[in-house]
């Protein structure tokens, strides 16, 4: 049940990032409209299982002292990994989307990618190489006294 929340809320969160990056939006501006978009779901559905559990947790029966600590360890399960589907997914998506906009620049990419905003346009004709910066990566540094 834990691992089902918590997945689903990084997927819808994650989700609504990917179909902002894809109207044009920057990656650090769809992170943060997601996150304003999605944190009252989240949030809403996080605090009701949290109620749903409070009794078991409280072991109001008899004999549930196995499901007293199963119900405390699931809501305390559930509050951590809510704050880390709120605070850390979204930062380790920016750094891989760093990371990975860092890898396409270094190794030549998709010039036209909207991933890769300001790395270079394509000519007619280049094959699909980026044309502007290219030449000065590719050669060589002069040495002095040559």
Known sequence: MLIGIVV?????????????????????????QAGRTRVRPILMTAVATIIALAPLALG?????????????????????????TLIVVPVIYSLVDVAK????????????????????AARPGARGRAV?????????????GR
Do not use: W
């Open 60 to 84: 109001f029966n008899e004999g549930s002292i196995i499901a007293a600590e199963l119900g405390t360890v699931v809501i305390g399960g559930l509050i951590s990994s809510t704050l880390l």
């Open 8 to 32: 689903t809320n990084a997927i819808v969160l994650l989700d609504l990032v990917e179909q902002l990056r894809h109207k044009g939006m920057t990656t650090d501006r769809a992170l943060i």
């Open 101 to 120: 906009v860092g890898v396409r620049r270094r190794f030549g990419g998709h010039p036209g990618s909207p991933h890769t905003a300001g790395y270079g």
């Open 132 to 144: 502007r910066g290219t030449a000065a990566r590719c050669r060589p540094a002069r040495r002095a």
